[in-house]
């Protein structure tokens, strides 16, 4: 993918484009629905992500530019996890429930380990319930590990750029002497960080469009 500038405009026309194209998706019928689902959640995710990169750059607010760079940085690791299979497409449907019941137990020992928090563990309870029934009533398990990022770039042969893009973003996203000290020195990173980030766009939705022609579904442009 080319990396000069044209790149930028090119994901901000596609962008701007998708939302026709994700209803046209979402409303297609000829796959089971949570295959389908995998997929409008990548184009989804995508859109939502770069809406949330170009406002950051053009508001200047560097930890929202930079953390919607990073979680496109991810989900380029994600896409290219898809495309490899449809099996991989249906993983990312178990996933989703390992990712729900790692999230209840979490807030669940949250709130056990804090009494202020205690009033909130009935309708946490109440969850549970209900997620545990949903997956006994589809025959789906929650049970097993969730896929760490940095585990899937390491099996993609990318654990050196996610351990070096990730933690520079992550130095932009939180509180640091960085940013603490020299507020003024930051002005520099937005057209970087929107170069960089329109080029993981681009990656991304190419990748998606890609896996959509293969299973026949609408492309998103």
């Not at 297609?28 to 949570?34: A, G, N, Q």
């Not at 990073?70 to 990312?92: F, V």
Request: net charge negative; with cysteine; charged share 25%.
């Amino acid at each position: 993918m080319s990396n000069s500038p044209g790149h930028m405009s090119i994901a901000e026309r596609r962008a701007s484009d998708m939302k026709p194209a994700i209803l046209r998706l979402n409303a297609d019928s000829s796959r089971p629905p949570w295959f389908t689902n995998v997929l409008v959640g990548f184009a989804v995710e995508l859109r939502r992500s770069f809406h949330e990169l170009h406002t950051g750059v053009s508001d200047h607010i560097l930890g929202r530019a930079a953390l919607a760079c990073r979680n496109l940085l991810e989900i380029r690791y994600w896409t290219m996890y898809a495309a490899k299979s449809e099996d991989n497409i249906w993983r990312l449907r178990k996933e989703a429930l390992i990712d729900m019941r790692d999230m209840l137990d979490k807030f669940t020992t949250a709130c056990q380990a804090n009494p202020e928090l205690a009033p909130v563990l009935p309708s946490l309870q109440q969850g549970r319930a209900w997620f545990e029934e949903q997956c006994r009533q589809t025959g789906e398990s929650a049970d097993g590990p969730y896929i760490r990022v940095s585990n899937l770039a390491q099996e993609l042969g990318l654990a050196d750029e996610h351990r070096t893009m990730s933690s520079f973003l992550s130095k932009l996203i939180h509180p640091t002497g960085f940013s603490i000290c020299l507020p003024g020195a930051e002005d520099f990173t937005y057209q970087q960080l929107y170069s960089v980030g329109c080029w993981y766009f681009n990656d991304c939705f190419e990748r998606v469009n890609e896996v959509l022609k293969r299973v026949n579904l609408p492309v998103l442009e």
